[in-house]
């Protein structure tokens, strides 16, 4: 069973174009997680995703900023007229459905976002 | 809101000594605890996890427990190996939301031989 995978590793975008950050979670996984980890600091939770659904954006900048997870295909974060500050490693997760409290959200290995 | 403190790094240490990672939180409700480690180049993976209070998370010869009364995470090993070298993140999940897991600022550990 692969794990979560994220395309591509490595983005260099100018300032005033568009990034696309694409995460396909783990078989069998239903929902999707997008952090964001900014240099020297931790991971801020951006969004959660269930299958055609926005769960939780509360982490989401209100402006540029999107996310979406289709009845098929992987999830998408797009940042729209990128700038420097968008800098940083965007990580996302998966975990199963669950009725449980807390599903374990496994994680992929990133998409290092650099913006010149 | 919810939020992780942990202690500022980095941390180097020689191996067979014993680590401790301090880690404090405060959160709304009865919030679910963890411990995730990031080796360089990949994404993090769960270490270990305490769902209530007094109980103990291990793994890998790695222990925390979730300490109500002090609203605390610690983690611990007794004799750490060079393989053990990574970035080490505490985190909770809590509220109404229980998708969202909020991080500390994370703490690297180097070990040397």
């Known amino acids: 069973n692969a794990g979560v995978m994220q395309n591509p590793r490595h983005l260099v975008r100018r300032r005033g174009q568009e990034a696309r950050l694409r995460c396909s979670p783990m078989k069998g996984h239903s929902h999707v997680y997008w952090y964001r980890q900014l240099p020297e600091e931790g991971l801020k939770f951006m969004v959660y995703l269930q299958k055609e659904n926005i769960i939780d954006e509360s982490g989401m900048p209100k402006e540029r900023f999107s996310a979406e997870f289709p009845k098929e295909g992987p999830s998408i974060l797009r940042i729209q007229q990128v700038v420097r500050g968008d800098s940083a490693a965007y990580f996302c997760?998966?975990?199963?459905?669950?009725?449980?409290?807390?599903?374990?959200?496994?994680f992929g290995p990133g998409t290092r976002l650099t913006v010149l | 809101g919810n939020s992780v403190t942990q202690m500022e790094g980095p941390v180097t240490l020689s191996e067979e000594a014993f680590l401790t990672i301090n880690c404090t939180y405060t959160?709304?409700?009865?919030?679910?605890l963890f411990w995730y480690v990031q080796y360089p180049g990949e994404g993090l993976q769960l270490l270990l996890k305490a769902t209530k209070a007094d109980d103990k998370g291990s793994n890998k010869g790695f222990e925390a427990t979730y300490r109500k009364e002090t609203t605390s995470f610690h983690l611990e090993k007794g004799s750490v190996q060079v393989s053990d070298s990574a970035v080490y993140f505490c985190?909770?999940?809590?509220?109404?939301?229980?998708?969202?897991?909020?991080f500390g600022q994370g703490t690297i550990l180097t070990v040397h031989p």
């Open positions: 985190a909770l999940s809590a509220g109404t939301s229980y998708g969202k897991l909020t």
């Open positions: 959160a709304t409700g009865y919030p679910s």
């Open positions: 997760a998966s975990s199963p459905p669950s009725t449980s409290s807390y599903n374990e959200q496994f």
